[in-house]
């Protein structure tokens, strides 16, 4: 199933998805958000999107910035396509699935992307990757410590999904790093705690937050590579301290904003 949405995406109700997968991928301790997504803890009781006209007025300050939201494959995986109008530039976050689907939409905006940019290895957000580099021969860019799971494919048999094997990547990032592309340019936050190679890209106005911060959730981290204390200091160090209006755009789940999650998501009161 895929659903797609330009900018102003506005998350559709819970899928149906295969009971067993579902008992293997909510972990021990997370709660379920209705979706099959590998890797999301939230309380379905208190999320909820900001209105469409804040969104729509988030966008028009950024004014240049095209964001293409795609949600993908069995753990409903958001895939973005990032660009801005005045250059055709652009960059791939996460294609977790249906490669078709990415590069047609990508034709369809007419954008050349020079960048994929994964914000960590984790099945759900690489599965389609190797499709999707030879198309378009963009540099593939990873944490240098989610770069073995690109090979090791480890979550592949765990939960019985089967995907090409995605290339080595081109880059290997660290916290700092600057990704410029056409005319927009981001920073590469470290957030390790989900996966130890995890990362957040933000400017712009936005957070690319991968699977470190949902709307009202966190990632989970009972994977290998995994560890809470580490996932919460990330959060509070390097995303909570962003102004309050930066828009959040999760690996999975609709959007929010960072002041919405300081005010109320539960897993972030201390």
């Not at 900001?50 to 993908?72: N, P, Y």
């Amino acid at each position: 199933m895929t659903q797609k949405a330009t900018t102003v995406y506005q998350s559709d109700p819970a899928m149906s998805r295969n009971k067993l997968r579902r008992s293997l991928i909510l972990g021990e301790n997370g709660y379920s958000c209705g979706k099959s997504c590998l890797m999301v803890k939230c309380k379905p009781a208190s999320r909820k999107a900001f209105s469409r006209a804040q969104r729509i007025k988030q966008v028009e300050q950024e004014g240049k910035v095209i964001i293409e939201k795609l949600e993908l494959g069995p753990f409903a995986s958001n895939c973005y396509i990032v660009g801005a109008e005045s250059n055709p530039e652009a960059i791939i976050i996460d294609p977790g699935a249906e490669a078709n689907e990415i590069l047609k939409k990508v034709e369809d905006l007419g954008l050349e992307i020079k960048f994929i940019m994964l914000t960590h290895g984790h099945v759900d957000h690489v599965g389609a990757l190797k499709e999707v580099k030879e198309a378009t021969d963009a540099e593939v860019a990873i944490h240098a410590d989610d770069a073995e799971s690109l090979q090791k494919k480890p979550f592949s048999t765990m939960f019985g999904l089967s995907y090409p094997s995605p290339p080595p990547p081109d880059r290997l990032l660290k916290g700092g790093d600057s990704i410029d592309v056409g005319d927009l340019h981001f920073l590469v936050l470290h957030t390790p705690g989900h996966t130890s190679g995890g990362i957040c890209l933000m400017g712009e106005g936005v957070l690319f937050s991968g699977d470190t911060l949902f709307n009202f959730g966190i990632g989970r981290f009972d994977l290998p590579g995994g560890s809470g204390r580490q996932l919460m200091n990330s959060i509070h160090t390097k995303l909570m301290i962003l102004p309050d209006n930066t828009v959040v755009y999760p690996g999975h789940g609709p959007e929010t904003t960072i002041g919405t999650e300081r005010q109320g998501n539960p897993f972030l009161r201390s």
